[in-house]
């Protein structure tokens, strides 16, 4: 059930919905349902378009943050599963005094807080250790800020340097056709 409180709406069990994510942490649950909650409902998008979307914006994120995260397809299961989970919950929750649904609430009450993890296994191990300590603070639900700088800093030197080198070679190959039509 979705109500709305001044002029945001506020979804059972995930709060308010939102469009967008903290730039200093990785999402949890609780921040992504929200951020899907807003485009499906908020949007109009469908199910499929909502998660679509989502998925692309936690690419992004995950990428910024240098932690490589699996194909987009799971990523897209995995919230479509999450949101099915969700309204079977929400179609339940007139049985409040049932022992099953309130530990089934609870369960998936502490699972919102965690992070919403996407993790590449097969590449964690390449992983820098700065990096690999965010991943296992965020997992503990540790707000590590200096951390987050520390790897956004590290990523936008990454960036400067690429777009540095592809200038570079694209007036380096430039230069080889100018030669090579003034010498024909």
């Known amino acids: 059930m979705r109500e709305i409180i001044g002029k945001k709406a506020y979804n059972y069990l995930f709060g308010f919905e939102t469009n967008k994510y ?19 409902r908020e949007l109009k998008m469908t199910i499929r378009q909502s998660s679509t979307e989502v998925a692309r914006e936690l690419k992004d994120i995950w990428s910024k943050f240098l932690i490589s995260s699996c194909r987009r397809e799971q990523i897209i299961k995995k919230i479509e599963t999450f949101y099915k989970e969700y309204m079977n919950l929400k179609t339940n929750r007139k049985r409040k005094k049932s022992k099953a649904q309130c530990e089934k609430v609870n369960k998936f009450t502490r699972k919102l807080d965690q992070l ?9 191990e390449h992983l820098s250790d700065t990096c690999k300590e965010f991943l296992n603070k965020s997992k503990q639900m540790i707000y590590c800020a200096g951390l987050a700088d520390e790897i956004l800093r590290h990523s936008a030197m990454l960036n400067n340097e690429n777009n540095i080198e592809s200038m ?3 007036e380096n190959s430039n230069g080889n056709e100018l030669e090579q039509s003034t010498e024909r």
């Open 168 to 170: 570079e070679y694209e």
């Open 116 to 124: 919403f993890d996407i993790t590449d296994n097969k590449k964690y």
């Open 22 to 40: 903290s730039n200093k942490k990785l999402p949890t649950y609780r921040e992504v349902m929200n951020v899907f909650m807003y485009k499906h």
